[in-house]
């Protein structure tokens, strides 16, 4: 499944705590000095899940399975024909039934389009496909193609009847992309499963979609770095820190390419088909649920600032870190005492 992997997050593990866990002087409730740490490559992306108590293989090799699940049903790319592809493939023609995790992100992805007046669009599909950009064909579409393709644009066209768990695209040749939102449902997914089998303490990692549970084993909040959206991913800006949230960016610098001295990046605005260009760099939001995040962190950056700093100071629990072309770095409300500024080429606006 070929999603978006802007959204890139570094986890920060303080020197504090890593002395913590070299000396052995952790929490009563951590049962080894060394965190349990695999890796695997699912939804398109390298994924890490790291526990820090209860560490077992078979939680993350479960955690694992469950991702696996998901790819099955809502890639796009995969040799099986998933739920998914049987939803684009019936475009226009009839409806289709879906399992229930798929109905879901489906209704979730429809509600942010119409949270964001459809700024944030899960039918953008045809135009993704027409720029091509991540793989060694981007190129600038052709104007007349890119304006029938923008046609096909439309979340008011697909259909959700949660009676029968089924969807319906109406018009012929549109296709649903899930890359703004599904691995914030699969995040959410591991998290309840660690929750499940005894976790305290770990940090799920679905390419930079980061989901912190708990506390790190000092019982103190995590140390998360915001990418820096014009340096090469695990450059940093700044530092926040949250208990049981997920932290999610959107912004300019992990799929690009350049024609001419302009760069296009791959975050593309439902109106006009072209890359957004509003002033922003750089989106992170921070909430309880990856999900939530996934699709704030795209809708928001489409939005702007000013749209976009109103929409989340208007969400409970949910907090954002904007970032601008100029570089300024401007916070909403609930996240200022949070947030650490490292890097002084940014200037902290509020």
């Known amino acids: 499944m070929k999603l978006r992997i802007d959204k890139i997050i570094i986890l920060l593990l303080t020197l504090s705590l890593f002395g913590s866990l070299l000396s052995g002087c952790v929490?009563?409730?951590?049962?080894?000095?060394?965190?349990?740490?695999?890796?695997?490559?699912?939804?398109?992306?390298?994924?890490?899940?790291?526990?820090?108590?209860?560490?077992?293989?078979?939680?993350?090799?479960?955690?694992?399975?469950?991702?696996?699940?998901?790819?099955?049903?809502?890639?796009?790319?995969?040799?099986?024909?998933?739920?998914?592809?049987?939803?684009?493939?019936?475009?226009?023609?009839?409806?289709?039934?879906?399992?229930?995790?798929?109905?879901?992100?489906?209704?979730?992805?429809?509600?942010?389009?119409?949270?964001?007046?459809?700024?944030?669009?899960?039918?953008?599909?045809?135009?993704?496909?027409?720029?091509n950009i991540g793989t060694p064909n981007a190129a600038i579409p052709d104007e007349a193609i890119l304006s029938e393709k923008l046609d096909l644009v439309d979340y008011n066209k697909l259909s959700l009847n949660k009676d029968k768990y089924t969807a319906k695209l109406e018009l012929s040749g549109m296709i649903v992309d899930l890359g703004g939102i599904a691995k914030g449902y699969a995040a959410d997914e591991v998290y309840t499963i660690l929750k499940n089998r005894g976790v305290n303490h770990a940090i799920i990692n679905l390419g930079g979609n980061i989901m912190a549970l708990g506390t790190n084993v000092n019982k103190q909040p995590w140390k998360i770095g915001i990418q820096d959206p014009y340096y090469p991913r695990n450059d940093y800006l700044g530092i926040v820190e949250v208990v049981d949230k997920a932290v999610v960016t959107s912004g300019i610098y992990e799929r690009y390419f350049e024609k001419d001295g302009v760069r296009y990046h791959h975050i593309l605005d439902p109106q006009t088909g072209f890359p957004a260009d509003n002033g922003l760099a750089g989106v992170s939001i921070i909430t309880d649920k990856s999900i939530d995040a996934d699709g704030l962190s795209t809708s928001v950056f489409l939005l702007g600032l000013d749209k976009g700093m109103d929409l989340i100071e208007n969400l409970d629990n949910t907090e954002a870190i904007f970032v601008t072309t100029n570089k300024e770095i401007y916070l909403t409300s609930g996240i200022k005492g949070n947030f650490i500024l490292v890097n002084k080429e940014y200037k902290l606006m509020n």
């Open 27 to 131: 929490s009563n409730d951590v049962k080894s000095e060394t965190p349990l740490t695999k890796s695997n490559y699912l939804l398109g992306t390298q994924i890490n899940i790291t526990l820090y108590d209860n560490q077992k293989d078979e939680i993350i090799d479960e955690a694992f399975q469950r991702i696996s699940e998901i790819e099955a049903k809502m890639s796009i790319n995969s040799e099986n024909p998933s739920e998914i592809t049987k939803l684009n493939e019936a475009s226009g023609i009839q409806e289709v039934k879906l399992s229930e995790d798929t109905f879901y992100v489906l209704e979730k992805g429809k509600y942010y389009s119409q949270l964001s007046n459809g700024e944030f669009d899960i039918t953008i599909g045809p135009v993704v496909k027409l720029w």
